[in-house]
Every structure is written in structure tokens, then in C-alpha cells.
């Protein structure tokens, strides 16, 4: 057998994969050896890591239904209404939540809904259950919402009704949660909107000095104007409460007054923004927040030297400056409400008469008629013409004036036509304010500025003395007055130096009040049927359990008011009194009990205590027995008079049948 001879293709197959080989093996020579193995290393644990620091959450500010002036809530239908809820515009990180719940009436069957709307879209629509008359409904408001320009955040409420007749109500519990983020800085302008609408004034404890006295009194105005209730004291300040999920509400505000920088501030008390007024005019730092300078105050601090006084020389004010709308209206009788208060008038003035300007679309029909009612009283009424722009003048009586006045602008057109509107430049004729015959006339006084006189036996009055000062010129002083506090020296008798508020035991120098206080006991009595003494009208005693007010003037000819407070104050109302007509007045814990005019021959007494409050429900038991009663009465009254007919014919019968026999 022959031997094997590879062929020419084996040979080079061997070649190849010996070529591939050669480096391997030149590289397994080079390569070092493996090391021995190591031992084992301990390890410790790595530390957890620290948890990132959660921020505090949101400060709360409800608004509620009473800020807005809907204690008793708001009813709304298919048709829908808007509420307008302040917001402040300068804070970064800025949210809100509105809770609303609704009450619904229903008198047929079906499905009812409610939808509501923010800037022409909904934010949330639901129904009420099958059954049910109640509906909570809880949204947070988008940050585009709450990032438009303007003061407030108008949400639209829309009752989807199938069936038709139904009416829902927006519960008074129901509020807009402001969620504020730690550590806000807000201006002086917004902490002042922003403040609750309960908000304590706080000063230093023992006398106080005449600036602070002011200040307090001063800011206290300012604060009361915008709707809140105020108390002045000395004591601790508020402290933050906490909700139900641990929230923190804000619920009470703080103002305090001799503390800070010189000027208005803004300070933090454990995690709640306070109002600080200080420096040695804290008096005139308060009067930057009432008044025309309230919004200008965009800075966490605001100097006094901003402080100017008001404009004296206004002759008119325009209807954009009054509470209420001129948009334009259609249909044959549009309307419009405007409201104004003594007290908010520039200078001083009273009004004196009324420039009414209108813009018409043409109307065929004829001419229109407009009407001015001003307090339920009509003022005149007049032809205007078919159509553009028409002017009406009409004077104002003094006697139709109150301290909030309510003016009533009606058109009356021939048939349904286009457009009308009451201009916004439609002017308040103002006149100077004459010589105070009534309590109406003190606000036009008081516009270039009062003296408050206080009694100071122990060098300077006390916080909580300043209240019924405070509860008595909420209604008399007007916006952006200044305000000063002198004390009485000695047991001299008071030397106003200007327009003044009295209180202390003495009257001013140079006056003749009407009303001695010598033995507690006050009698009114009829002077005109004789010369000598009338008919008793009121005896009264205990007159020295009230705040007698008398209006007086000082020498000088200086006119004020003097106030007289009793040895025990009573509770006050939450109501400031309305001293309007009369020249003396008694007030009690109900507001004004008496007034009266003392130039009249016989005095006027005009008592105006509140209306007393509803009689309590009765029981559901009594309810549904009185109900049942109800129901059998008309045919219980039928059976009674059948039997009464019954016995008027038995006897006119009886006596013939006698008479036969």
C-alpha cells in the first residue's frame, strides 16, 4: 500500500490555521501569570441618604361669602351669576382652591347640574345626585386664571335644569382658599387687602402717646372702611390655627403700631405677615392706606414723606368714581344703581346737584324718558331726545341726603330698542359743605381734618378706652383725613383748635349743650302747651348707662362733637351708628336708641333700635301636628256651620210650637 501524500489544497488549509495560531501562542507566552488570590475585604454599609427638607405647607387665607357682602349666599339659575373674588396680584408661587357647596330647589323631577365657569370656560360641572338637594363641589383655580391682569377672580355659576322652574343657592359657607407660599414678601398695598377680615390692633401695653393713639384710631378707620372688624388692644398677638388636615389658616390679622422702621412695614410673626407702623409719625403712615394712595403703596416699605393731603378743590365727581356700573343696557326700561357715601366725597362737599350724560341708538318710536330716584325719592324726570348723546341736570335737595346714599338712574323707552348708556362721565355736582345743623353735616367738616380730644388722667389714654371712640367715627371721618389726638389738660375745660370729637366728662370751652348730665335723670316735654311746663313726652332714667353725642360748637366757632361716655361702657354692635338728622343723640348697645333736634318746638324723638330678631322654628312634631290641624280645617269650619245654621232654625221653630199647643 502506498503512503499518503497530501494534496496541494490539505497543504494550504495547514498553513492557514498555523498562521492564525503563530500570534496566539506568541501571546500566551508573553501574558504574565495569574496572581494568587486575594482574601476577602470587609465593606461597611453606605449611611442612607439624608431626606431633602419638605417646605412648610401654604398659608391659608379664606375669603368667604361675608367679605364679599353675601352673608345669606347668592341664588343663581339657568341664566347664571358671576362672584368676584379679590386677589392679590404680586406674589409669586400664588394658588388657589374654591370651595363651594349649593343647595338646590326643585319643583319637578330630573336631572340638575352646576357648571362652573372661569374666563369663558368651564372649570368643573356636576350633578346632583338622584335625590339629593346638597352639592359640594372642591377645584383648584389654574395658575392661567390666577395670572391674568386685574383685582379679582370672577367665577361663573350656571344651574343646568332639564326639567325646568329650578333655582340653586351658593351656600354662605363656601370660600376661595388663597394657598400663600413660605416665605412670601408681599407690599404693604397687598398685606393690607390681604389682611382677614377679623384683624387685631396691637399697641403697647399702659398709656399711649398721642401719635400712636392716632395711628391706631387712624388705621383703624382704614380697616373698618374696607369691611373688616376691628378691635384695639395690648395684648399677644394672634397666632396661626390649624385646619383639619393640619393646615395653617390665617385667620385673624395683626396691626401693630410703635414697632418697625419709620413709615409703614411689612413684618413676619412666626410665619404670619404683620402691618408695622412706627417711627414718631406712625399716625400719617396709617393714612397711606385709606384713601387715593391705598394701591400706590407697592413696596414692602412706605416713608410718611409720601403722605400728602388730599385734594379740597374737587367741584364734581365722576359716576366711574361712585359703587356701581354704566354699562350699556338694552330693552325698554334699562337701569342703573350707583351708591355713594358722605364720607368718601372729595374737599368735603355735599352734593348739590346731578349732570347726567346718555348715549342713545337711533330709535324710531320716539323719544325716551329718564328717571332719577335718589334714597326712594324721585328727583325728576325728563324727555331726551331720539338719539346720540343727551345731558340732563337735576338739582339734589339737602334733605334727601343720608350718609350712604343710593342713586337710581331708570330710562324709559317707547318700544324695545338698540343700545343706551348711562356715560361713566357723568358728574356729582359738589357744593361746600355749609354751617352743621344735623350730625350729616360733621363728614363735610371733618375732610380737612379732626382733632379727637381725649380725658388723660394717667398721662395718655389705654388701648381698649380707643374702641368706642373708634366704633363711634367710623361713620363721620372721612377717607384720607388726618386724624390727630390731643389730650385735655388739667380740668380746664377742652380748647378745640379746629373741627373736633369730644370725649370727655366736661364740653368744650364756649359751648351750650343741650343735655346737662347733673342728676342721671332726662325728661322731654312738650313746650308748646304751655309756658311753663308741658306734657311729659319721655322720661327716662339711667341716661347715665349711655353715650350721649350732642352736636356743639366751640369758641371760635368751631363745630364738633361731644361725646359723653358712661362709667360702665356697654357691649357694642358690630354696626357703627348712623347719626344722620338731629343734633343730640343717645346710644346704647343697640346702635341709636334716641335723636332728635333741638331747634324744633317740640323735640322730634326718633327712635331707631334694630329689628328684632326671627322667632325661633318650631319643632318638627309641633310642625306636622299644626299641619295635620291645617288640613281638617276647612271641613271642620263646614260641620260647625251646619250645626250653628241648625240651631238658629231650631229656634225660631221651638216658640211656634209652643204657641200651637
Request: hydrophobic share 50%; glycine share 10%.
Amino acid at each position: 500500500m502506498r503512503p499518503h501524500r497530501p494534496t496541494a489544497t490539505a497543504a494550504g488549509r495547514c498553513l492557514v490555521v498555523a498562521a492564525l495560531l503563530l500570534p496566539l501562542a506568541a501571546e500566551a507566552q508573553q501574558r504574565p501569570a495569574r496572581p494568587a488570590a486575594r482574601p476577602p475585604v470587609a465593606t461597611q454599609p453606605l449611611p442612607a441618604p439624608a431626606p431633602a427638607p419638605v417646605p412648610p405647607p401654604p398659608l391659608e387665607r379664606h375669603v368667604g361669602l361675608d367679605e364679599l357682602g353675601l352673608e345669606a349666599g347668592l341664588a343663581f339659575g339657568t341664566a347664571g351669576r358671576e362672584v368676584a373674588f379679590p386677589m392679590p396680584r404680586d406674589i409669586p408661587g400664588l394658588a388657589a382652591r374654591a370651595s363651594l357647596g349649593f343647595d338646590l330647589v326643585a319643583p319637578f323631577g330630573g336631572r340638575q347640574a352646576v357648571e362652573v365657569w372661569a374666563n369663558g370656560r368651564v372649570l368643573a360641572s356636576r350633578a346632583f345626585a338622584e335625590g339629593e338637594t346638597r352639592l359640594t363641589i372642591d377645584l383648584p383655580i389654574p395658575a392661567e386664571d390666577l395670572a391674568r391682569e386685574g383685582v379679582s377672580l370672577r367665577l361663573g355659576l350656571r344651574l343646568v335644569d332639564q326639567a325646568g322652574g329650578a333655582l340653586a343657592t351658593l351656600r354662605a359657607d363656601s370660600h376661595l382658599a388663597l394657598l400663600l407660599p413660605d416665605g412670601m414678601a408681599p407690599s404693604v398695598a397687598t398685606l393690607f387687602r390681604l389682611l382677614p377680615r377679623q384683624t387685631q390692633v396691637l399697641t403697647r401695653p399702659g398709656p399711649l402717646p398721642v401719635a400712636e393713639a392716632a395711628a391706631a384710631l387712624r388705621i383703624g378707620l382704614a380697616l373698618t372702611g374696607s369691611g373688616r372688624e376691628v378691635r384695639i388692644g395690648s395684648g399677644a398677638p394672634p397666632s396661626l390655627d390649624r385646619g383639619p388636615a393640619g393646615q395653617r389658616l390665617w385667620t385673624t390679622g395683626a396691626v401693630v403700631v410703635g414697632l418697625g422702621p419709620s413709615g409703614a412695614a411689612v413684618l413676619d410673626l412666626d410665619g404670619m405677615p404683620a402691618l408695622a407702623l412706627g417711627g414718631p409719625q406712625p399716625e400719617r403712615a396709617a393714612g397711606l392706606l385709606d384713601g387715593p394712595w391705598r394701591d400706590a403703596a407697592a413696596a414692602a416699605t412706605i416713608g410718611v414723606r409720601d403722605a400728602r393731603a388730599p385734594d379740597a378743590t374737587a367741584a364734581s365727581l365722576p359716576f366711574s368714581a361712585l359703587r356701581g356700573a354704566t354699562l350699556p343696557q338694552e330693552g325698554a326700561s334699562p337701569g342703573w344703581a350707583l351708591e355713594f357715601a358722605l364720607r368718601d366725597l372729595p374737599g368735603g362737599g355735599l352734593p348739590s346737584a346731578l349732570d347726567l350724560t346718555f348715549m342713545l341708538t337711533p330709535d324710531t318710536a320716539g323719544r325716551s324718558v329718564v328717571t332719577a330716584v335718589l334714597n326712594d325719592t324721585m328727583l325728576g324726570s325728563t324727555a331726551l331726545a331720539a338719539e346720540g348723546a343727551a345731558r340732563v341736570s337735576l338739582p339734589i335737595p339737602p334733605a334727601l341726603l343720608r350718609l350712604d346714599n343710593r342713586l337710581v338712574v331708570t330710562l324709559q323707552r317707547p318700544a324695545p330698542g338698540g343700545l343706551a348708556q348711562l356715560l361713566p362721565d357723568s358728574l356729582l355736582r359738589l357744593s361746600p359743605a355749609p354751617a352743621p345743623r344735623d350730625f350729616l353735616g360733621l363728614p363735610g367738616r371733618f375732610a380737612g381734618g379732626v382733632e379727637v380730644i381725649l380725658e388723660a388722667p394717667d398721662g395718655g389714654p389705654v388701648a381698649e378706652a380707643l374702641n368706642p371712640i373708634l366704633w363711634l367715627l367710623r361713620g363721620l371721618v372721612p377717607a384720607a383725613a388726618p386724624l390727630t389726638v390731643s389730650l385735655r389738660e388739667g380740668t380746664a375745660p377742652p380748647r378745640p383748635t379746629g373741627p373736633f370729637i369730644a370725649v370727655t366728662a366736661d364740653p368744650p370751652a364756649g359751648s351750650q349743650p343741650v343735655l346737662r348730665f347733673d342728676a342721671g335723670r332726662l325728661t322731654l316735654s312738650d313746650r308748646a302747651l304751655s309756658e311753663r311746663e308741658g306734657r311729659p313726652l319721655l322720661d327716662l332714667e339711667g341716661a347715665q348707662r349711655m353715650i350721649a353725642a350732642q352736636l356743639v360748637t366751640a369758641e371760635g366757632d368751631r363745630p364738633g362733637l361731644w361725646l359723653r361716655l358712661p362709667t360702665l361702657m356697654p357691649a357694642l354692635p358690630a354696626a357703627a351708628p348712623r347719626l344722620e338728622r338731629g343734633d343730640v343723640a343717645l346710644l346704647d348697645g343697640q346702635g341709636v336708641a334716641l335723636a332728635w333736634s333741638s331747634a324744633a318746638p317740640t323735640p322730634a324723638v326718633r327712635v331707631a333700635y334694630a329689628e328684632a330678631p326671627a322667632a325661633p322654628a318650631m319643632p318638627a312634631v309641633v310642625q306636622a301636628e299644626r299641619s295635620a290641624i291645617l288640613v281638617w280645617r276647612p271641613y271642620v269650619l263646614a260641620v260647625l256651620w251646619v250645626l250653628g245654621f241648625a240651631l238658629v232654625v231650631y229656634a225660631f221653630l221651638r216658640p211656634r210650637r209652643e204657641a200651637e199647643a
